[in-house]
């Protein structure tokens, strides 16, 4: 089974500017969830998105956003960038719930690498 | 508020020194507990869940072991492609599903 895949792997931007990350979750999966990770905070949630609908969302600005479409693949977009946006940007899917649980362990894809100059 | 703590930050062993990484953790309702693996460069890698105190999972040269307030993943014998940041991260109550909270990781150097 192919594993998450995210596009690009590298993107350098400019304050001011905006981008769009993409991720591809593993098949079967309907659940996909963004975090972001640096040297100072470590891997930090965004959100999360399950059938199309925003589930679960973390402590940052509204400058970033997502969406899911019908295959489940999703996008995260990020406006207005700022230098401190400079990370590695985390997809994860999730497996759909098993065994009567709702919380389940997520693979993570290769992450986009966001230089914002 | 939730609160994972990983220790030591950094270990160097030598090839075949077994030792065991610390993660303790503060939740309200833990749902799971999680460890990935993450090398340079690369998204995380999942290891382990973990769902209850008293539950051990094992893989290879890797031993998970859970308890009320902390787990260990314990590490024997290890080989220099062991090294790697190892990072713990909880699911709870308070965070709800599909959201990880993480620890800041413990990056293991295995010395040939």
């Known amino acids: 089974k192919a594993g998450v895949t995210q596009t690009p792997r590298y993107l350098i931007k400019t304050r001011g500017q905006q981008v769009t990350l993409s991720c591809s979750p593993i098949s079967g999966h309907r659940s996909v969830s963004w975090y972001q990770q640096t040297p100072g905070q470590g891997l930090q949630f965004l959100f999360e998105y399950f059938s199309e609908t925003q589930r679960n969302k973390g402590n940052f600005p509204g400058r970033f956003s997502g969406r899911q479409f019908s295959n489940s693949r999703s996008e995260m977009n990020v406006s207005t960038l700022e230098l401190g946006d400079s990370a590695l940007y985390l997809c994860a899917s999730s497996p759909p719930a098993a065994g009567g649980r709702s919380y389940n362990e997520q693979f993570f894809g290769p992450g986009t690498r966001l230089t914002v100059l | ?112």
């Open chain 2, 1 to 112: 508020e939730d609160q994972v703590t990983q220790s030591p930050e950094a270990l160097r062993l030598q090839e075949g020194e077994s030792s065991s990484l610390n993660c303790s953790y503060t939740v309200s309702g833990l749902r799971g507990l999680f460890w990935y693996r993450q090398d340079p460069g690369k998204g995380p890698e999942f290891l382990f869940t973990l769902y209850s105190a008293g539950e051990e999972k094992e893989k290879e040269r890797l031993k998970a072991t859970l308890t009320k307030k902390e787990s260990f993943l314990h590490i024997t014998a290890p080989k220099p492609e062991d090294s790697a940041t190892y990072l713990c991260a909880v699911q709870s109550d308070q965070t709800g599903a599909n959201n990880l909270f993480f620890g800041t990781g413990t990056r293991l150097t295995v010395i040939p």
